[in-house]
């Protein structure tokens, strides 16, 4: 059974640090596509991140860029996507959730577009809090 568990998150001064990681198991295959997305009540849900099964295939978000890194260590049975979240700002104050379907279902750039709308596989969600 394909599962995604975060971990980390939590509280932060704006100019911080945090370290979210999501493992994923279960997939019967590797070819499925993972990202980050966070959501604020009364927002829009917005991709953070987005990775394919290729090494081109990974999206950050714009408004992340020089601030968010990540690390990918994929094998047959599971993968562990560590976003480093450095110079947090309380903009990024949201519930971030670690997003995966099939490859043969979405692409990470259609991930992405879609704010990980139709996707099937989603972790609990956890929460990161910048304060000024």
């Known amino acids: 059974e394909e599962q995604l568990v975060e971990s980390g998150g939590g509280s932060a001064q704006a100019g911080g640090s945090l370290r979210l990681t999501c493992e994923a198991s279960g997939f019967t295959s590797e070819n499925y596509v993972i990202g980050w997305f966070r959501q604020v009540p009364g927002k829009l849900r917005e991709a953070v991140l987005c990775?394919?099964?290729?090494?081109?295939?990974?999206?950050?978000a714009d408004s992340v860029k020089g601030r968010f890194s990540f690390v990918s260590d994929k094998s047959k049975n599971k993968n562990t996507v560590i976003l480093q979240m450095d110079n947090l700002k309380p903009e990024d104050t949201a519930m971030y959730y670690c997003?995966?379907?099939?490859?043969?279902?979405?692409?990470?750039?259609?991930?992405?577009?879609?704010?990980?709308?139709?996707?099937?596989?989603w972790g609990q969600g956890t929460q990161v809090t910048v304060s000024a």
């Open positions: 990775i394919g099964t290729s090494d081109d295939d990974r999206y950050l």
């Open positions: 997003v995966a379907e099939y490859g043969d279902i979405t692409t990470a750039q259609n991930m992405c577009i879609k704010r990980a709308l139709g996707m099937n596989y």
